[in-house]
């Protein structure tokens, strides 16, 4: 017995151009007390289906076919009557808790709403009620927690509330729009357990959406694998993992760094070290964001740095690249303490590609003077013809058409732009190239892709990489040598294959522990 | 696809924003005209009688003048010829110059003001004088804007307390009795003090848009990657951060533009704006008082008239281009 099944359901989005279809003619079935994972990268039409169901998409979207809960064709419900279902029948969590949640109500006040709204409760009641709701998320205190507002939590605890708030009305639906991908490693595991035991315990339905497939299984007993607004395949989880019948399913399963994986990590031997960090820190007021480290990178050798959101290990490599101002310790570059050398011959030397694609490129600039400004600061080529084909060659050499000279970032998808990103910093040639989380924002099949060509070119070039992600697999993949950072703090540091076999240091265990496999 | 061409896409498919372009466009290219002396070069002649009203209101008008005149009697000279009548026609003659002989009109297109010049060609001079002013005091205004506010985002630290207090200091003085003030210690009337006036107190709103800009993009992550690559501070406000700004400089710009031809107005209605020998529509309306209680209206009207219609256009033009530019807004 199904609680809902979603038949032909289409979405299009009329814009000025043309209309974008961003669901196209999907069925699925939610049955009764399970969990159904729905699975896919940017754009494939996962998050417009959820909306789709509350009535939740914007004027602009067209929307056809059956959303059928109950008997009854939510498509067709009429506002008061979805709102009477919202929340109470059907209720959503979404990725990011702080943005859900009201920074001027304290959260009992939020909890007690919905209860008030759907439940009729008085306040005393209400508040009681919340209180329960708490407890039964397993936020620690949650007396005192009651009258807190949102800023007052951390990220994970935030997320117990607005799942407190979805699960205060019994319903029969619980849709959890990606709620742990803003959220560290650590705590998306307790998270997952959470829904999980919510889900027994009350009998619910599930509809789990994320782009994540190693949170799939621990959490769905059914997957749906959408792209581009289709459905390429569904089943039991088992079936879908064990044996993928559709060619993109395999791709993506493929596609993803895996902790079991052998690290590609090289013998050390004797090496020059291009970088060296001693006792680098940096404060901001009385927070300090980096204590003091200290390592060395060899020449051609890659040095991973993982640590979870607020450890500090943006503030390192911003410190690396002397983007920053160090507060106390050096970097030698070549054993020649930082300090004296010249920015310019520095910034040749050290590159960086950040995290966000969309945000580190300058969005009036084409791509042609994005990569030939750095050899016009830098006086590199004899003049704007020799420039234009050396930025061509780099945008080949990083997989993209000439044709890319001309475009614009916003013409790019976000792995393309961080082609470009790439191609701007080998313009200078670099030894040193930080990677600030330069594959987190993409999906695992353009992730996979861009590792590939990272590793390419530190053979080809032969660079050294500090490549830092909050991603243990993806490290792995990578890096010769591992640090882990933790408050600030270096607390380990050894060759790859040893620090995942064998880790030394408490925190990088939980770490490894908590990773979905 | 640069985002400029993006955006004025966007503007093509905006017909208000064409419509009110097109009429900003012929505003601008009749006071071109004017400047060059095409049209209304000679606003300033006496072409009518005083007061003469507008041709399609002649008639009643006429007669009307006519019957006052035929009560007025010659003056008695009891016989005796004037010994210098012929010498006085002679004089007549001569300042009126070579025209002399020809008679003032006795009505003109749209009515004339008190010295018989045509309120047509004041209104078109006046279009010149506002919008030169307008859109003069504007660059002034929106230029310094930027640059403090460049200045003070970009650097922070104490150059940004600088300018925040000279921020402050112009702010805390109502808006008014600072032009006025500034108006009265130059002392000196002209088109190029009023520009000065109205650029040197105007800048402030820009400065705090602009500031808050450089703040929040001082920090993104292209600004970081420029820096990475050795851009220069100059590089990376001017050459980086400013074209990412430019549209809302390009905003604020056509806003003050349709501020200060206001603002112009009320200067030289109030006395402290365009010297006598200038026209713009200010001074036509400061003439309008005098003349409305004798039931002379045309002036007023044609003043009132071009002023709405400039200034509408060009806050239409202005929302339009701001959709453009920023099609999140919408």
């Known amino acids: ?517 | 696809m640069s985002l400029w061409r993006l955006a004025w896409r966007r503007f093509l498919r905006d017909r208000v924003g064409l419509v009110s372009l097109v009429i900003v466009i012929a505003f601008v290219a009749l006071a071109c005209a004017s400047a060059a002396g095409w049209v209304a070069r000679d606003w300033g002649e006496e072409a009518g009688v005083s007061y003469a009203p507008p041709r399609f209101l002649g008639l009643q008008v006429e007669e009307a003048a006519a019957q006052g005149a035929a009560t007025l009697r010659p003056q008695e000279t009891y016989g005796i010829a004037d010994p210098l009548a012929e010498e006085l026609a002679e004089i007549q003659k001569d300042l009126l110059g070579l025209s002399g002989t020809a008679s003032r009109a006795g009505t003109l297109v749209f009515g004339g003001d008190k010295w018989g010049r045509d309120v047509v060609k004041k209104a078109i001079k006046g279009t010149e004088t506002s919008l030169v002013v307008g859109l003069a005091a504007a660059a002034l205004a929106a230029f310094l804007g930027t640059l403090f506010g460049a200045a003070a985002g970009y650097y922070g630290r104490w150059v940004d307390d600088f300018f925040n207090w000279l921020y402050s200091v112009f702010t805390s003085i109502p808006y008014l009795l600072l032009v006025l003030a500034v108006a009265a210690v130059l002392n000196q009337k002209g088109t190029a003090t009023v520009i000065l006036i109205l650029g040197l107190t105007g800048w402030t709103g820009i400065f705090r848009l602009i500031r808050a800009e450089y703040l929040k993009h001082k920090v993104r992550e292209y600004v970081l990657a420029a820096d990475a690559i050795g851009a220069s501070d100059a590089r990376r406000m001017f050459a980086h951060i400013l074209p990412n700004v430019s549209h809302v400089v390009l905003v604020q710009l056509s806003l003050h533009v349709v501020l200060f031809i206001k603002s112009e107005v009320i200067l030289s209605f109030l006395g402290f704006g365009v010297g006598v020998d200038t026209v713009s529509w200010g001074s036509m309306l400061a003439e309008a008082p005098s003349e409305l209680i004798l039931g002379m209206w045309w002036q007023i009207a044609a003043a009132t008239l071009a002023m709405a219609l400039a200034v509408t256009a060009f806050s239409l033009f202005t929302d339009s281009v701001r959709d453009a530019l920023d099609p999140r807004l919408q």
Do not use: W
């Open chain 1, 1 to 517: 017995m199904s609680l809902l099944s979603v038949r032909n359901l289409r979405v299009d989005f009329e814009t000025r151009e043309e209309p974008v279809h961003a669901v196209r003619a999907i069925s699925f079935e939610i049955p009764e007390h399970s969990t159904v994972a729905l699975v896919g990268e940017s754009g494939s039409g996962k998050s417009v289906t959820a909306l789709s169901i509350l009535g939740l998409l914007p004027a602009t979207a067209d929307v056809r076919g059956e959303v059928l809960y109950e008997g009854r064709n939510l498509i067709k419900a009429t506002r008061p009557e979805l709102r009477a279902l919202r929340g109470a029948g059907i209720s959503m969590i979404f990725q990011e808790p702080m943005s859900s949640l009201n920074p001027v109500f304290s959260v009992g006040f939020q909890i007690g709403e919905v209860l008030r709204a759907h439940r009729g409760l008085s306040r005393r009641e209400a508040r009681a009620a919340s209180l329960q709701l708490l407890e039964e998320v397993n936020l620690s205190n949650p007396r005192t927690k009651l009258d807190a507002y949102p800023h007052q939590l951390s990220g994970g605890e935030q997320q117990r509330v607005m799942i407190a708030m979805a699960i205060a009305c019994e319903p029969k639906l619980l849709i959890a729009d990606e709620p742990t991908s803003a959220l560290d490693v650590t705590v998306q595991k307790q998270i997952l357990e959470l829904i999980a035991a919510l889900q027994r315990r009350h009998r619910m339905s599930v509809l789990f959406i994320t782009h994540d497939l190693s949170l799939v299984h621990i959490i769905a007993a059914h997957v749906i694998v959408m792209r581009e607004g289709e459905i390429r395949e569904q089943g039991d989880v088992s079936q879908v993992f064990g044996a993928p019948r559709d060619d993109y399913t395999r791709m993506l399963l493929a596609a993803r760094p895996r902790l079991d994986a052998p690290s590609p990590a090289r013998a050390g031997g004797e090496e020059t070290v291009v970088f060296e960090a001693r006792g680098l820190a940096k404060d901001f007021g009385k927070f300090k964001a980096v204590k003091g480290a200290s390592f060395r990178v060899a020449r051609g050798r890659t040095l991973g740095l993982v640590g979870e959101s607020g450890s500090g290990k943006t503030t390192l490599g911003l410190l690396v690249a002397r983007l920053h101002q160090a507060s106390g310790g050096s970097g030698l570059l070549h054993g020649l303490d930082a300090v004296a050398v010249p920015p310019k011959v520095f910034k040749r030397a050290v590159q960086i590609v950040f995290q966000n694609p969309y945000a580190s490129l300058n969005p009036r600039y084409s791509a042609g003077e994005i990569l030939m400004e750095p050899m016009r600061i830098h006086g590199i080529g004899a003049g704007e013809a020799e420039r234009r084909g050396l930025a061509a060659e780099l945008l080949a050499r990083v997989g993209l058409p000439s044709s890319a000279l001309f475009k614009y970032p916003h013409e790019f998808s976000g792995g393309q732009r961080q082609r470009i990103a790439i191609a701007r910093s080998l313009t200078l040639k670099p030894q040193l190239l930080i990677c600030d989380e330069a594959v987190s924002a993409l999906d695992v099949s353009i992730q996979a892709q861009l590792l590939n060509l990272l590793r390419d070119l530190q053979d080809e070039y032969a660079m050294s990489y500090l490549f830092i992600s909050h991603d243990l697999a993806v490290v792995k993949s990578m890096a010769d040598e591992v640090m882990v950072m933790k408050d600030g703090e270096i607390v380990e540091m050894a060759g790859a294959e040893q620090l995942y076999s064998d880790p030394k240091h408490p925190y990088t265990r939980t770490l490894l522990a908590s990773v979905p496999q």
